[in-house]
């Protein structure tokens, strides 16, 4: 398997994964020329495509979807936004997975504050990939879809200090800090400690608040879990850049 981001962070999101058989976006948040752009960086062609699958309605995650004349796959409850402007819709149910070629696509409920946001686990070939780029609080269901995995990408989106202490208005803050909003570098180590596992191979740091954190602050909250645990010979971690392709993963 071949993965990296496109795009990560409230002005857009992408996450490219490949196999053998099959190329998919999650998520299609900036536009249709940008993804083209950066996936040629890549080696890839849009028309290699086999399908979109997006995370929630939020425009950051389906700027281009209107546009993709790609079978492209949202929640049921999220097809009412779409089906009269996606050319080549699909639906999924948020607790039910589904195959896309040779791609296992494990959809789950998480916390955020949208109409049916999903994380998703995509298994293909003996390996695994963990995906929550929007989530509020953790659960239990949360861990359990994401254990096991080979890769992670995982939501660190600020920091509480630099947020208590940022230019954005109070009721802006509490919704980001809040059990349906984004998670803080603390909580989403938290998550990183509690997923570790001897399989484990990359850590993808994911949408980072431009204002609220800063990268080589996220990324020394990750490395102390690894070293923590003695992990971090084992584990790479990547901070993926908000407007440029990032580090292609291969497993």
Same mark, same amino acid.
């Given at each position: 398997?071949? #993965?990296?981001?496109?795009?990560?962070?409230?002005?857009?999101?992408? +996450?490219?994964?490949?196999?053998?058989?099959?190329?998919?976006?999650?998520?299609?948040?900036?536009?249709?020329?940008?993804?083209? &752009?950066? &996936?040629?960086?890549?080696? #890839?062609?849009?028309?290699?495509?086999?399908?979109?699958?997006?995370?929630?309605?939020?425009?950051?995650?389906?700027?281009?979807?209107?546009?993709?004349?790609?079978?492209? @796959?949202?929640?049921?409850?999220?097809?009412?936004?779409?089906?009269?402007?996606?050319?080549?819709?699909?639906?999924?149910?948020?607790?039910?997975?589904?195959?896309?070629?040779? =791609?296992?696509?494990?959809?789950?409920?998480?916390?955020?504050?949208?109409?049916?946001?999903?994380?998703?686990?995509?298994?293909?070939?003996?390996?695994?990939?963990?995906?929550?780029?929007?989530?509020?609080?953790?659960?239990?269901? #949360?861990?359990?879809? +994401?254990?096991?995995?080979?890769?992670? =990408?995982?939501?660190?989106?600020?920091?509480?200090?630099? &947020?208590?202490?940022?230019? @954005?208005?109070?009721?802006?803050?509490?919704?980001?800090?809040?059990? =349906?909003?984004?998670?803080?570098?603390?909580?989403?180590?938290? =998550?990183?400690?509690? +997923?570790?596992?001897?399989? +484990?191979?990359?850590?993808?740091?994911?949408?980072?608040?431009?204002?609220?954190?800063?990268?080589?602050?996220?990324?020394?909250?990750?490395?102390? #879990?690894?070293?923590?645990?003695?992990?971090?010979?084992?584990?790479?971690?990547?901070?993926?850049?908000?407007?440029?392709?990032?580090?292609? &993963?291969?497993?």
């Amino acid at each position: 398997m071949r #993965v990296c981001t496109l795009a990560s962070g409230s002005s857009g999101n992408s +996450l490219y994964i490949e196999t053998e058989n099959t190329k998919v976006l999650v998520d299609a948040g900036i536009s249709m020329r940008q993804i083209n &752009l950066r &996936l040629e960086t890549i080696g #890839v062609e849009l028309s290699e495509i086999d399908a979109v699958i997006t995370t929630h309605e939020h425009s950051d995650h389906t700027h281009a979807i209107k546009r993709l004349n790609i079978p492209t @796959y949202v929640t049921s409850a999220t097809t009412h936004l779409w089906k009269d402007t996606v050319n080549q819709l699909e639906e999924f149910e948020s607790d039910t997975a589904f195959t896309i070629k040779d =791609l296992l696509v494990t959809p789950f409920s998480v916390p955020h504050d949208a109409l049916d946001p999903v994380g998703f686990s995509i298994q293909s070939n003996g390996y695994k990939i963990g995906i929550v780029t929007d989530i509020g609080s953790v659960t239990a269901l #949360v861990k359990e879809r +994401l254990k096991n995995s080979d890769i992670l =990408l995982i939501e660190f989106n600020h920091d509480s200090e630099i &947020l208590l202490y940022s230019h @954005y208005p109070w009721d802006l803050k509490q919704r980001i800090k809040g059990r =349906l909003g984004h998670l803080s570098n603390t909580q989403a180590s938290e =998550l990183l400690h509690d +997923l570790l596992h001897q399989g +484990l191979k990359h850590v993808i740091l994911g949408h980072l608040s431009q204002v609220n954190n800063r990268p080589e602050v996220a990324f020394q909250s990750a490395s102390k #879990v690894l070293k923590k645990n003695g992990a971090e010979s084992e584990v790479s971690i990547t901070v993926a850049p908000r407007k440029t392709v990032g580090e292609v &993963l291969q497993i």
